[in-house]
């Protein structure tokens, strides 16, 4: 079942094609399987990760740690503040340096050109745990979740509603590569980065517009993200989002029917969502958290070719 991933790193998620990207999916589907069933074989042992994070977290860094310790592997969580990087030492130094300790690396930083230069500098796999620009693991987590409850990634429309950010700016890639129509309503000047929009719109068509209600019309997926992400220092940033993209019951109701929400978390109830949305019956963000344990464990499995 396993399939090499032709790039060494996942930093946006251009690096996928569309079938490596439906392979991690399926694979993703049949971890999780497993896993139910009790049934996982060790097959990261002996293998480990260095997890680096400028930022904090919890669902990449639990998902990543468990992913390697349920696979027989091992996880390190390194502080960018106790490494040698926050007294001078250059982060090619220290990509050599790990690059000679462990298998793969996962880092969550400010700067996305951090992780350039990582990976530029790393003979072993780099992936993003989600930078100013791009979370690529938390799309495969989600696309892993459509996939679960609408079958078809191919034929379905998705709205991104609130703010152009790194988790809008991976889906827009990722939705390039799978056809996937996509259409995103953000406030004016919140849009997402125009270099991700360039090179999703070299595979398909994007619809971008600052109508909530038009972004949301026959879509049977609704999606946000919280309006101040970790790295937004703009105290006046929220009265530009609030109330036209908070996602209400009235906006999910000019979706289809069936339509189902997902947030990456962490959400900010009445704020992005209104409160009986998330936790209401078209929620699926509980299915989206526990996804990235399994969708990770496909990743660091393809990407160690194991
Ligand atoms: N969705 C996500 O990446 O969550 P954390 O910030 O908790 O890792
Ligand atoms: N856009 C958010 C995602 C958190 C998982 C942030 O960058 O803070």
């Known amino acids: 079942m396993n ?12 690096e996928l094609d569309s079938k490596e990207i439906e392979h991690l999916l399926e694979l993703g589907l049949e971890f999780k399987k497993q896993q139910k069933k009790g049934h996982e074989k060790p097959i990261l042992q002996n293998k480990t990760l260095a997890m680096i994070f ?15 310790l349920q696979l027989g ?21 220290t990509a050599k340096t790990l690059s000679r300790y462990v298998d793969v690396i996962m880092a969550r930083v400010y700067d996305h050109d951090t992780l350039e230069e990582f990976s530029e500098h790393s003979s072993i796999p780099v992936i993003n745990g989600l930078s100013d620009l791009y979370h690529p693991c938390q799309i495969l987590a989600d696309f892993m979740t459509i996939k679960e409850h609408k079958k078809n990634l191919k034929k379905i429309k998705i709205a991104w509603i609130g703010d152009g950010n790194n988790v809008c700016n991976s889906l827009i890639l990722g939705c390039s590569k799978l056809k996937t129509q996509i259409s995103v309503a953000t406030p004016d000047g919140f849009e997402p980065s125009s270099v991700a929009v360039s090179t999703a719109k070299l595979h398909t068509d994007i619809e971008i517009t600052n109508d909530p209600i038009k972004a949301v019309e026959n879509a049977d997926v609704v999606m946000t993200d919280t309006f101040v992400s970790i790295h937004n220092t703009d105290k006046n940033r929220l009265e530009k989002f609030l109330p036209k993209f908070t996602v209400t019951p009235n906006l999910m109701e000019q979706a289809k029917k069936d339509a189902i929400f997902l947030h990456c978390l962490p959400a900010k109830r009445d704020q992005e969502v209104s409160s009986v949305v998330i936790d209401g019956p078209q929620s699926v963000v509980w299915d989206e958290a526990e996804n990235r344990l399994h969708v990770q464990k496909a990743l660091l499995v393809s990407l160690l070719n194991v």
């Not at 400028?54 to 390697?68: A, C, L, Q």
């Not at 390190?76 to 090619?92: C, P, W, Y």
């Open 54 to 68: 400028e930022k904090p977290s919890t669902r990449t860094r639990v998902s990543f740690e468990v992913g390697m």
């Open 3 to 14: 399939l090499k991933i032709k790039n060494k790193n996942i930093l946006t998620l251009d």
């Open 73 to 93: 592997g091992h996880a390190i969580t390194l502080s960018a503040d106790n490494l040698q990087m926050a007294r001078g030492e250059t982060i090619s130094d």
